[in-house]
């Protein structure tokens, strides 16, 4: 995915982490066993939790979609967690043009062409009211069903023409680059990267307690590090659900 402008690049921004990451495990001062695809790891996990718990890793936006004829299967791009809904240009029908009945007519010259002088609230609501019957008797809505594991959209009627484009109500992803420039988000993926990438250096080091020396050698400190990783993660976790990113609080709950 290309860069998102006026934004520092996805790969500035990882390399800022990694300095992060290597000079909080003290890197300079004492060896850290971990390599650059150690810290890429711990960015890319802290990215995935961060999708799974927090509202503000995702937003809504629209697409337009080209229907094919006799085709009612269609793979969807990977960002895209859910379909809202499908809108059609026309009230109804299988066309893609927008149809000339005399009431939209109507409507128009009245409050466009001579507006301020005529009509009211009554004329306009009588307007929506007709524009939602209709679709709901010509075939306005579309019905569908969309799997967010496959992405895979159905929609549930015959497609009889290749000319007709439908604009998607979608909810995606938020590219990386842009939750890693977010002020509010960047910190807590910061942190839990870091905390990541401790554990794995704690992993390795408890493998190998002890390092042969002249001096009967020293001992490493794997199970401090992990420890301590394990619980300055579960206090991050806690972060999250106290919308540490001011994420949108949950309304009440009944149920």
């Known amino acids: ?13 990882h390399t800022d982490i990694i300095d992060y990451i290597r000079l909080r495990l003290g890197d300079q001062m004492v060896d850290v066993e971990l390599d650059r695809e150690h810290y890429n790891m711990a960015i890319k996990q802290a990215l995935i939790r961060y999708r799974a718990r927090s509202e503000r890793a995702e937003q809504e936006s629209y697409c ?9 299967e269609y793979i969807l791009p990977k960002e895209i967690m859910s379909v809202k809904a499908i809108h059609r240009r026309g009230l109804g029908g299988l066309s893609n043009s927008s149809q000339f009945e005399p009431f939209s007519s109507g409507f128009l010259n009245t409050y466009m062409l001579v507006a301020g002088r005529v009509g009211g609230l009554a004329s306009y609501e009588l307007f929506v009211d007709y524009q939602k019957l209709t679709m709901k008797m010509f075939g306005g809505y579309i019905t569908y069903t969309f799997d967010p594991s496959t992405k895979k959209l159905v929609i549930t009627r015959k497609i009889t023409s290749d000319s007709e484009s439908v604009l998607l109500q979608v909810t995606n992803y938020k590219p990386d680059q842009v939750i890693l420039n977010d002020a509010r988000a960047f910190p807590w993926i910061q942190d839990y990267a870091y905390s990541t990438a401790k554990h794995m250096l704690g992993e390795a080091r408890q493998k190998f307690p002890t390092v042969a020396g002249p001096q009967g050698g020293s001992s490493m400190n794997g199970t401090e590090l992990k420890t301590e ?11 999250l659900g106290n919308y540490v990113d001011s994420a949108t609080p949950l309304t009440w709950v009944v149920g």
Do not use: C, G, R
């Not at 995915?1 to 921004?13: E, G, R």
């Open 1 to 13: 995915m290309a860069d998102t402008p006026d934004l520092p690049s996805l790969s500035q921004t």
């Open 64 to 72: 337009f979609l080209d229907l094919v004829k006799d085709t009612q």
């Open 229 to 239: 990783a394990k619980t300055e993660l579960d206090a991050l976790m806690i972060d």
